[in-house]
């Protein structure tokens, strides 16, 4: 998992210290202040300033997956996949192409909307008449 650097962590008596003032006592243990994660202080090079490491061996992933310094591209990457599994659990769509209106009686195509009557309140679909009022169940004789 992709965390940021981090220039502010916990010493052991739950005080802020910047990672610059972290490098005057090396071998301490540090926290990160959004996730208490264990965190691991580098030097940094080059003109580059001492930072801290999230050590993601001390700590869930879920527990990281709420630290200010996860990595934003990967929250989104994880909010994108959360989506897609509820939209992948989803119904799709079934269009129905027959319909029955109870209340002329008629039986019409497409829209839900009886040409007969103008209304569509009253229509069923066609293989729910079927079902329940055109065949007999199957414990009585036909006739």
């Known amino acids: 998992m992709r965390m940021l650097k981090c220039y502010l962590g916990n010493n052991r008596d ?17 926290t990160c202040t959004s996730c208490g994660c264990q965190l691991i202080l580098h030097a ?17 992933t879920n527990v990281l997956m709420q630290c200010t ?3 934003p591209e990967v929250k989104a990457e ?12 989803l119904d799709a769509p079934v269009t129905v192409p027959s319909w029955y209106c109870v209340w002329c009686g008629s039986h019409y195509q497409g829209r839900k909307h009886c040409g007969r009557c103008h209304s569509g ?23």
């Open 14 to 30: 739950g005080h802020v210290v910047t990672a610059k003032d972290a490098m005057q006592s090396p071998g301490r243990i540090w």
């Open 44 to 60: 940094g090079s080059s003109g580059e300033a001492p930072w801290f490491e999230h050590d993601q061996r001390t700590v869930t």
């Open 69 to 71: 310094h996860l990595d």
């Open 78 to 89: 994880a909010r994108c996949q959360k989506l897609r599994s509820i939209i992948g659990g």
């Open 121 to 143: 309140i009253y229509s069923i679909e066609e293989t729910s008449w079927q079902r329940n009022y055109c065949c007999p169940p199957p414990d009585k004789p036909c006739g």
